[in-house]
């Protein structure tokens, strides 16, 4: 069964190695070519993401050098990568092919210009997170014990993702962010959290800010990163589930999708280590659920609900 996945941060890790990697194969990483196939995903966001220990004047170079990676090496060497600029480019997937589309997971490279922003849109950032967890110039993030909201700035961001029909993500927000991007955005979308119900860790939403995103027709993505899925021990599938199982009894079944996060974590859930193994997920939800809901949580729910697209 084809798969959306919403995160990874394949981008960084290929930066990083300046050149050593190779997307087509490079074991290193956990959405190669090669994985993404063996596991069906069908499009894959590849995050744009700076380090915190980057200085500020080198930030927005970063995020160009990423950039620059996704058209050289993920794009450039391979025919099968399909760039995804606009919302109706997933209907135009052909068989064989892979559809790869930028986001942005924090606009620390951007400062406060707005005009950077433009760029990055420009170069095909179609989803747009105001924060990793620290705060930044936009709002807190969900490790910023202040726990303020948006800023004027970036309220002007989710402004700019309305009009430019942008994703924007409350992933990595603190939790008075959150509330005011649900009130803001004509797109609120969830990349890669959990349910806090389930794991208490501060980057999991609550069920009232679950509940209050399937109410503006919002997307929650689970994540399978072991600490927000389980408090202690090891996390395996069924407990990734479990976390499926929850949103849907908060009314979102038709709004589920996955975000992996690979390339951006060090612990795994057990039979899911890398993009090759996503359909143990799948074999594993189809024991629980219609065939029908499964492919909404594996790919149609972000189809029904992308902008144009029924929102």
């Given at each position: 069964m084809n798969i959306i996945d919403l995160h990874c941060d394949?981008?960084?890790?290929?930066?990083?190695?300046?050149?050593?990697?190779?997307?087509?194969?490079?074991?290193?990483?956990?959405t190669n070519k090669t994985r993404l196939h063996?596991?069906?995903?069908?499009?894959?966001?590849?995050?744009?993401?700076?380090?915190?220990?980057?200085?500020?004047?080198?930030?927005?170079?970063?995020?160009?050098?990423?950039?620059?990676?996704?058209?050289?090496?993920?794009?450039?060497?391979?025919?099968?990568?399909?760039?995804?600029?606009?919302?109706?480019?997933?209907?135009?997937?052909?068989?064989?092919?892979?559809?790869?589309?930028?986001?942005?997971?924090?606009?620390?490279?951007?400062?406060?210009?707005?005009a950077k922003l433009h760029i990055l849109y420009q170069l095909g950032v179609r989803s747009v997170g105001l924060t990793w967890n620290p705060a930044n110039l936009a709002a807190d993030g969900a490790g910023e014990?202040?726990?303020g909201g948006l800023?004027?700035?970036?309220?002007?961001?989710?402004?700019?993702?309305?009009?430019h029909q942008i994703l924007t993500d409350v992933s990595h927000l603190s939790d008075k962010g959150i509330w005011e991007v649900i009130e803001l955005a004509k797109y609120p979308i969830a990349s890669h959290s959990n349910a806090r119900a389930l794991c208490n860790h501060p980057r999991n939403l609550t069920d009232e800010q679950a509940k209050a995103m399937f109410a503006r027709d919002g997307l929650i993505?689970?994540?399978?990163?072991?600490?927000?899925?389980?408090?202690?021990?090891?996390?395996?599938?069924?407990?990734?589930?479990?976390?499926?199982?929850?949103?849907?009894?908060?009314?979102?079944?038709?709004?589920?999708g996955f975000g992996s996060d690979f390339d951006g974590i060090s612990t795994f859930v057990t039979n899911l280590e890398d993009a090759s193994m996503s359909q143990n997920l799948i074999n594993e939800l189809l024991k629980h659920y219609k065939e029908e809901e499964v492919r909404g949580f594996a790919f149609e729910n972000f189809l029904n609900h992308r902008p144009g697209f029924g929102r």
């Open positions: 394949a981008l960084m890790k290929l930066q990083e190695a300046n050149g050593a990697l190779r997307f087509v194969d490079s074991p290193e990483l956990h063996q596991g069906k995903i069908k499009v894959q966001c590849f995050a744009i993401f700076i380090e915190p220990i980057i200085k500020g004047d080198q930030k927005f170079q970063v995020a160009l050098e990423q950039i620059d990676y996704f058209y050289k090496e993920v794009l450039g060497k391979n025919p099968d990568m399909v760039h995804i600029k606009d919302w109706s480019d997933f209907d135009r997937l052909k068989i064989g092919q892979i559809g790869a589309m930028v986001t942005l997971e924090g606009v620390d490279a951007i400062g406060n210009d707005l014990p202040r726990g800023t004027l700035f970036g309220k002007e961001i989710v402004a700019f993702n309305n009009e993505h689970v994540v399978y990163h072991p600490p927000f899925i389980k408090e202690a021990g090891e996390a395996t599938i069924s407990d990734l589930v479990r976390h499926i199982d929850h949103f849907c009894s908060l009314g979102g079944v038709k709004q589920i």
